[in-house]
């Protein structure tokens, strides 16, 4: 009887031993879901004493999620966390430099120094790291090659036109495409403050500047560019739905009602499975050219259960380090690499017309641009512009109740920021 209940210890501590750490993971859905299942599956075979459970958020619910979640205590060990939103959590989240030397086997500043510098400022807080990259991405077109061919229009890079478009010419084209193809409508576009941003940066309008002041109330262009950017919709070169209901852009655009698609370089997976004649393409210029760099970063929550932090920490780190999960994770989600000098040995050689578009937008786009996406007031602003603008495209609210409601909006988080930041 003694030796069966020693047998029988010995084999209840070495399966709990073996489910020793759950992991609960918030992600995207998705392409990203299928990286971090990717990475998972090799990370599992490592470390078959750590299980994980994904849950998917809908992008358009994400940022709420997060934000209950830290307000209720209810958080997952780790969570993605897109570019604009990464600077208003770090507070939130646990040092994994402290865990780099351990885990890595290199120095905290070999880390941060091997990426690239837009990236290496967003995951840093003073001397703590609070995030890995997941993914580094820039926005840029997408174009329908057929329907271009069929128009007989070029396009920039590839389609025979070397220089970007500017913004008239873009206009005309994409009238001139959606007419030659019948099509319902031109353009598609996520509904997001960051095309938003995009589309005004382009055009010479800051919704804050370098010093995080608001500007939309003092700029006299401001309010005819968001004028014009409604008339799209009413004129059918944008879909309504998709910035009145969060309709997904690429559903129109993989379906063929759109020719063109304003969205990045994290479509190239989604629009390679469409299997068609998909080519990304430079976003047009005016007063200025430019991109948003952008992506996911991936952190640890504070949870004051340190095993579970450190196990959190570790498969950050692994997943988020060159040449480890980090390699896994991009082949299958088709992202660029967040560090320097890292080649990615992808299957598709549609990466090197996207890396080859993304990097040149990486080069011309000014350093405001990092600096207002890097402040935890845009960072918490977007969701009002988001909401605001949706309302206008519904023609719920005109475009100075818009520019009015959004800088009452900017006074009451300066107020309870203390400042700008």
Request: aromatic letters at 12%; proline letters at 4%; a neutral charge.
């Amino acid at each position: 009887m003694k030796r069966f209940l020693i047998a029988f210890m010995l084999t209840a501590l070495f399966i709990s031993g073996m489910a020793a750490v759950k992991l609960v993971v918030w992600c995207g859905g998705g392409t990203e879901r299928e990286g971090l299942e990717a990475a998972i599956a090799e990370y599992k075979k490592l470390n078959p004493d750590v299980d994980f459970e994904l849950v998917d958020v809908p992008y358009a619910q994400y940022e709420q999620k997060v934000r209950l979640g830290i307000m209720s205590g209810d958080l997952p060990d780790l969570v993605t966390i897109t570019y604009p939103y990464a600077p208003g959590y770090m507070q939130y989240m646990i040092d994994l430099g402290q865990y780099v030397q351990k885990y890595l086997n290199i120095s905290l500043e070999e880390f941060k120094n091997a990426m690239y510098d837009v990236v290496r400022i967003r995951v840093s807080e003073g001397d703590a790291v609070k995030y890995v990259p997941l993914h580094f991405t820039l926005q840029c077109l997408w174009v329908n090659d057929d329907y271009f061919k069929k128009a007989g229009i070029p396009y920039p890079p590839f389609g025979g036109k070397q220089e970007p478009w500017t913004w008239e010419e873009f206009i005309d084209v994409l009238k001139k495409v959606k007419e030659a193809n019948n099509l319902p409508y031109a353009l598609s576009m996520q509904r997001t403050a960051e095309r938003l941003f995009c589309y005004l940066g382009i055009r010479g309008v800051k919704i804050l500047d370098e010093n995080l002041d608001y500007t939309l109330d003092r700029d006299p262009k401001a309010k005819q560019l968001f004028i014009e950017f409604v008339d799209l919709f009413k004129q059918n070169i944008m879909v309504p739905a998709e910035w009145i209901s969060a309709q997904d852009p690429n559903m129109a655009f993989t379906g063929g009602l759109t020719a063109v698609l304003w969205a990045g370089s994290w479509s190239t997976l989604d629009l390679l499975k469409a299997e068609k004649n998909f080519v990304p393409a430079y976003l047009p210029k005016d007063v200025e050219w430019l991109s948003l760099e952008g992506g996911r970063f991936f952190g640890a929550f504070k949870t004051g259960k340190k095993d579970r932090e450190e196990a959190a920490a570790k498969f950050a780190l692994w997943i988020g380090w060159k040449g480890l999960g980090y390699d896994i994770y991009l082949k299958k989600t088709y992202h660029m690499s967040a560090y320097k000098n890292h080649k990615v040995q992808y299957d598709a050689t549609v990466m090197d017309q996207v890396q080859s578009v993304c990097g040149k937008l990486a080069e011309v786009t000014p350093e405001w641009v990092v600096t207002v996406r890097n402040s935890t007031i845009y960072s918490r602003l977007q969701s009002p512009i988001v909401s605001q603008m949706s309302a206008a495209v519904a023609g719920q609210v005109s475009i100075d109740q818009v520019i009015e409601n959004l800088k009452k909006e900017y006074e009451k988080l300066l107020s309870e920021l203390g400042e700008k930041k």
